[in-house]
């Protein structure tokens, strides 16, 4: 149990262009989503809190308007890179829990990178 | 907010030995710690975790404890396998956030 699917895995852009990245919990329902960037040898740092029906939560530093986060359903959460750069270029990563939990389950991960 | 150390940034060990990662928090109000384990481009997995309630947590040869006076806590790992070498994460919560250390790259030695 506790599965979380992300989409695409992989995914080349030219500069200028958006992204979006679709991150789902396959057996449960989600009302709280995480996304992280997981630049190369380095940490996760958390972007943001994704609420399911309400707007997401960004950590400091983190462009809202640069990083769209959409949470419509409890089973789902979108993250779009607009006008995306290659300094966006990174692995994002999201993560669920089931109701009442702690524990984190990490989808699979979005490697981007922006030419 | 949460401030989580992770110490050593890189470990070898010999195949067979023990490992030891260190991690210390700043906020008391956290309560949950899990262990994460990466490999290379997959995602974190988790491994072991433990709450505020309880000192000590053992599965098979991982084991994590708790100082919650000193405010760290520690991953253990006995026997190592060379399917052990990965990058390993602590993370501390308060609430639903979670906040990871830096990381350790794990190398065990055949």
């Known amino acids: 149990g506790a599965v979380v699917s992300q989409h695409p895995s992989r995914v080349i852009c030219k500069s200028g262009t958006s992204v979006k990245i679709e991150c789902r919990s396959l057996d449960f329902q989600a009302t709280t989503m995480f996304w992280y960037r997981q630049f190369p040898k380095q940490s996760l740092m958390l972007m943001a809190t994704?609420?399911?029906?309400?707007?997401?939560?960004?950590e400091q530093g983190v462009e809202k308007d640069k990083f769209l986060i959409n949470h419509a359903s409890l089973t789902l959460s979108t993250l779009t890179v607009t006008s995306a750069h290659p300094e966006d270029s990174s692995f994002y990563i999201c993560s669920a829990s089931p109701a009442g939990a702690d524990t984190q389950y990490f989808g699979p991960g979005t490697r981007l990178t922006v030419l | 907010g949460e401030n989580v150390e992770q110490h050593p940034s890189t470990l070898s060990v010999q195949e067979g030995d023990s490992a030891v990662i260190k991690c210390t928090y700043s906020?008391?109000?956290?309560?949950?710690f899990p262990w994460y384990k990466q490999e290379l481009g997959k995602r974190p997995q988790l491994i072991i975790d433990?709450?505020?309630?309880?000192g000590e947590k053992k599965d098979q040869r991982i084991a994590v404890t708790l100082n919650k006076t000193a405010k760290h806590f520690s991953l253990h790992i006995t026997e190592t396998q060379p399917e052990d070498s990965a990058v390993y994460f602590c993370?501390?919560?308060?609430?639903?956030?979670?906040?990871f250390g830096t990381g350790t790259r794990l190398t065990i030695i055949p």
């Open positions: 993370a501390a919560s308060i609430g639903e956030k979670l906040t």
């Open positions: 906020d008391s109000a956290s309560n949950y």
């Open positions: 433990i709450r505020s309630n309880v």
């Open positions: 994704s609420n399911e029906g309400s707007k997401a939560t960004y």
